[in-house]
């Protein structure tokens, strides 16, 4: 009996090890991308949505910043930095915090 408990949780350690693995591969989907703006001028649309966004709004700040260097830029639109528990959970102990964070820039000329 205590061979087959050992068993079990080892092969629940091994799950949880390999659960945290492959969240750490899609952590972030984020990214920067050119697009046209209402008025024709072009502007960047930023996603820095995902498990590693953080509390905050910083890695997008800085994702435009390195957009529109040292002109700076202004924050067309940004959505709600809205989230949930995301993946697969074994007792509430491996869900994701996942939060879904984007905006859209102008750079300053």
Known sequence: MKNALAAVR???TSLAI???ASLAGCASSGSTTLT???NGETGF???CSGSD???NW???YKRAGEACGAYGYD???KDVDTGGTAGGTLGGVLGA???NRSMVIRCKQ
């Open 10 to 12: 080892a092969m629940a």
């Open 18 to 20: 390999a659960s945290l």
């Open 36 to 38: 046209y703006l209402p």
């Open 45 to 47: 649309a930023i996603n």
């Open 53 to 55: 966004a953080s509390q």
């Open 58 to 60: 910083g890695e997008c």
């Open 75 to 77: 924050v067309v639109s």
């Open 97 to 99: 915090n996942v939060k």
